[in-house]
């Protein structure tokens, strides 16, 4: 018997898509995770991407959130340990990213706000058996001297069911074992988060949209990981004959498949979502859905939304 996927907050779409919506719930989850008020959020956008020229990478970030006091925050839901090395790094490019975004050239140092980056993980990241990661910069001779570059990455794990007694509040373990599809105590904050997710789950047309998003991404990836053995081959085999040795040959060909079946599904995954993205506000062009619903699922700008729509009526032509 056929049971249709059921959606849930750890799904990058649907996590995205409840936060981007509710900015309460928004402002609500990051207070619990950091325990500090916020006054109010004044933008919280869904997979935003940020692409400052052809040259440099693409930025997305799942949940990008800036409160009144100019404060900014990263919302990244991880489900994969795939790229779980690169995590720190990507906190480092994301953080930066969003520096180049907020401030213009000029901007005094002193007038710099804080950029807070989570992780969301579904695993422990650095299998260390924390629940909680907190990261700042400090001095390597002595730890105790903190650089107050005002730069924080928190790295949560929800891998396995967290007790109230695990160094972190009732109400934050509660969040973290719904996210990770533990049994959890429901909060009012968990119950909101799960009626927005009931609401999208029965929503058709989101359900549709999200399912063909991940089937295009599935496709990507799929070519990704080819192109990765292909390439991690062609490596392996070149270093292995330079070095004319069997170990030679069977670490350069390990090392070249390792290198190239990463190194492909980055590729792969960040193209086909591009690819992705686009195939669905196509389809979503061609059955006269309105600018605003179209935003909902594919996270553009207006204007960017504008320069694809011209491009398929160009197509179409």
């Known amino acids: 018997m ?31 995770i950091l325990d500090i008020p916020i006054d109010h959020v004044v933008c919280v956008n869904a997979q935003q ?19 009144a006091a100019g404060i900014v925050y990263d919302v990244e839901m991880q489900a994969s340990r795939t790229r779980e090395k690169f995590l720190p790094l990507r906190a480092r490019y994301y953080a930066s990213a969003a520096d180049t975004e907020i ?3 000029g901007t005094k140092y002193k007038d710099m706000k804080e950029v807070v980056i989570i992780f969301l993980c579904l695993f422990d990241p650095f299998d260390s058996g ?8 400090c001095c390597a001779e002595n730890p105790n001297v903190m650089l107050d570059d005002r730069r924080k990455v928190v790295y949560l794990d929800a ?49 549709q949209n999200a399912m063909r998003l991940e089937s295009y991404l599935e496709d990507f990836r799929e070519e990704g990981r080819e192109e990765g053995r ?45 690819k992705a993205l686009e195939e669905v506000a196509f389809r979503m062009f061609e059955n006269g859905r309105e600018e605003e619903e179209i935003l909902r699922f594919v996270p553009w700008t207006k204007e960017k939304l504008a320069e694809k729509r011209s491009e398929w009526e160009r197509s179409r032509s």
């Open 230 to 274: 292909e390439q991690g081959l062609k490596e392996g085999r070149e270093e292995g004959r330079e070095q004319g040795l069997k170990e030679g040959r069977e670490e350069g060909r390990e090392q070249g498949l390792k290198e190239g079946r990463e190194e492909g599904r980055e590729e792969g995954r960040e193209e086909g979502r591009d």
């Open 159 to 207: 891998k396995s069911l967290i007790h109230s007694n695990a160094g972190i509040s009732s109400q934050l373990a509660s969040l973290l074992n719904y996210i990770g599809g533990k049994d959890y105590e429901p909060t009012p904050l968990t119950s909101a988060l799960q009626s927005e997710v009931e609401k999208y789950n029965k929503d058709k047309t989101w359900r």
């Open 49 to 67: 991407i940020m692409n400052y020229s052809i040259d440099t990478k693409n930025v997305r970030f799942d949940v990008f959130v800036k409160d």
């Open 2 to 32: 056929h049971t249709e996927k059921y959606f849930t907050l750890s799904n990058d779409m649907m996590f995205s898509t409840v936060l981007a919506a509710n900015p309460e719930l928004a402002k609500k989850m990051i207070e619990l």
């Open 103 to 105: 401030y213009k050239p």
């Open 130 to 137: 924390l629940i909680r990661y907190t990261a700042k910069t």
